[in-house]
């Protein structure tokens, strides 16, 4: 199961772009950590929306892939974010993980804490839908 | 109007990163768009749903900032994003437009548009909530 | 078309208890209208959420089986709704469209306006994916 | 607190309809339930999504007033709702959360669950934007 989501993973240059890497892998679950880097940042040096969103993004969906069948791809269909604090501090956590896993569609959730002075606060929650795709 | 605008998105390091820029702006509505960078992609070349939603958010976002008195900057509350088609093309130009501008909340809509060989698809939908914060 | 989309229509009994029919329908598109009746409201007085919801969902979802197979049912994976405005008014009108049609999901858009001694008013925007099924 | 939260409950007229009773409070946290009446259906007979919805709707909005300071009454701006099964059942239980509390804007969660032959199955999960109001 691993290999397979430290590969597609590695293959998603964003990824690479914000310094990411995948800290955790269960059965419906993926955390994904990041440096807040100079270049991700919104106007008043927080981390961006964008950045946040990504990670979230892609916790959800590899939590997804670690239910999903061998061979499959996925995909995001569609994600809502709450945005809950800014995104400050020596890095963010987010952690996604499957809340309905069906053969058409796959429902998560992600959570993302910005770790501040050793202590973690939330700083959004995502609901999102995933697809498989064939490759 | 303009330089507001401008100003603040050039303090977004996350858009240079991107390697994008605004290209429209009216009463309630911004353009930005951005090429495909190498380094802003998913597993499988195409632009990152990360890459789509920070373009998409931040036109909305500026697109409220437009309406927004003078003095105040602009924080996305929540956001929600339909992925129609991947982000595949030259570039993505992204249109965030004011639906409702309240006194304490400012609704958006986005479209996300990749240019392919002159064309353009939609590749997303976002509609957002965005406040009005003091500096 | 129409026959299908009044077909299934005519069996959403909550739709009945609102008093809502249908009032327009196209290729992609249907309209719903309701009155708010004296048990639709909330604390205020007002339409409920629920209410603009269902209208909202509803019109979306039909709009989406106009562009269907024959013999498929529609059914709402997931929607997403801003509220604009209280609901308050002689009626409701609740107008759906396809944004794009694939072969697994559908992604529409519906906008619910409360019509006000004559005027409407922009209450509500939803943002949904639906999707096939067999009956 | 309970009593606040009771009063504004018995004056929505739409959860008089659904024959919807709260049946838990707490500090950030209300409990609905409802039959899935006949006249609350979809096309197949089981409860619409504006059904689901409303419940989920009310059951965050009441978690949300819970933590408000008294004297304000509560109003959602945004929700969104992924639907995950039928809701099929001798009832629908909607369990509503708050996840961040603030002076402007309080996001919530609800999960709303169908008791079938004593267990329950989830059939949605809900994540909303509410704000105090002003009476």
């Known amino acids: 199961m691993d290999a397979r989501i430290r590969d597609s993973f590695g293959r998603q240059?964003?990824?690479?772009?914000?310094?990411?890497e995948i800290t955790g892998i269960g059965a419906g679950t993926v955390t994904i950590e990041a440096p807040i880097l100079p270049g991700s940042c919104q106007q008043h040096g927080a981390g961006h929306a964008g950045l946040t969103f990504a990670l979230a993004d892609s916790a959800a969906g590899y939590a997804a892939l670690t239910?999903?069948?061998?061979?499959c791809e996925?995909?995001?269909v569609?994600?809502?974010?709450n945005l809950l604090a800014p995104a400050i501090g020596?890095?963010?956590?987010?952690?996604?993980?499957?809340?309905?896993a069906g053969r058409r569609l796959t429902?998560?959730?992600?959570?993302?804490?910005?770790?501040?002075a050793g202590k973690e606060v939330c700083v959004?929650?995502?609901?999102?839908?995933?697809?498989?795709?064939?490759p």
């Not at 569609?78 to 974010?81: H, Q, T």
């Not at 959004?124 to 064939?134: F, N």
Request: net charge neutral; charged share 25%.
């Open 13 to 20: 240059s964003l990824m690479q772009t914000f310094g990411a």
């Open 78 to 81: 569609e994600a809502k974010i």
């Open 74 to 76: 996925v995909m995001t």
């Open 90 to 100: 020596e890095k963010l956590i987010a952690r996604g993980e499957v809340a309905k």
């Open 124 to 134: 959004a929650l995502l609901q999102a839908t995933m697809i498989p795709v064939e």
């Open 67 to 71: 239910l999903m069948p061998e061979g």
């Open 107 to 116: 429902v998560c959730r992600a959570e993302v804490h910005a770790l501040r």
